[in-house]
């Protein structure tokens, strides 16, 4: 089964500046999506970016892009610019290329952002 | 519109008694997914559906039941809760499998 791993339960950042969440994941599959969501304190689910596992070219939203390393299973989150706004528990997602099939999550990472 | 809706918001119920979550969606979307969030887990898939009166169980299905007897609702009931179910609970939808979800805004449930 695949699994989606994030071992930064919490971070922290100054406002301005730039930081990364991490996350790996394991699967033996060729075809899948990888996400990050952002949940706020309101409790709604965000989706923040997208990312094909067939395409090389890692996929930016504004002041957020990923490092997708396929090869190593590896997909993190940069910020750059950091925003109060920011503040939120980050989860990483896989969902595979397969019909009828779900996402799993990771367990999350807290990001606090420092004015 | 939200597209999709969940009820009620918050929920504080008694240990043995049967609970019913329920999700609407207003976008026809085919996939509908129920999910229960807790610290240190992330989300957890508890049942999902790929099509009116089809589902299938997720990782965390034992005590949980789902039914989808029309494309806009999936119901979540707990026949007997228990205290372990204390959670906050999450339906998604998904309109096709390389899109990401829609998440409802939640459902606080304490089981006391």
């Known amino acids: 089964a695949q699994t989606v791993t994030q071992s930064q339960p919490e971070m922290s950042v100054q406002e301005a500046e730039t930081v990364t969440l991490s996350c790996t994941y394991d699967t033996s599959e060729s075809d899948y999506y990888l996400f990050w969501y952002k949940q706020p304190p309101s409790r709604q689910m965000i989706l923040v970016i997208r990312?094909?596992?067939?395409?090389?070219q890692n996929a930016t939203e504004n002041r957020f892009s990923v490092n997708f390393q396929k090869a190593a299973k590896s997909f993190s989150l940069k910020i750059s610019d950091s925003q109060l706004g920011d503040a939120a528990m980050y989860f990483c997602a896989y969902r595979s290329g397969l019909i009828n099939n779900d996402m799993r999550f990771g367990a999350g990472t807290r990001l606090t952002v420092k004015p | 519109d939200a597209g999709i809706t969940q009820s009620p918001r918050h929920k504080v119920t008694e240990t043995g008694t049967p609970v019913t979550l329920r999700c609407h969606q207003t976008e026809n979307h085919r996939y509908m997914y129920w999910y229960r969030q807790d610290p240190g887990h992330g989300l957890r898939l508890i049942h999902y559906s790929y099509g009116v009166k089809d589902t299938d169980k997720g990782e965390v299905s034992d005590g949980y039941s789902v039914s989808r007897s029309k494309t806009e609702d999936f119901l979540l009931t707990l026949e007997s809760a228990t205290s372990s179910q204390t959670s906050v609970y999450f339906c998604?939808?998904?309109?096709?499998?390389?899109?990401?979800?829609?998440f409802g805004s939640g459902t606080r449930l304490t089981v006391v």
């Open positions: 998604a939808i998904s309109e096709q499998v390389n899109y990401g979800y829609t």
């Open positions: 990312q094909e596992a067939y395409k090389q």
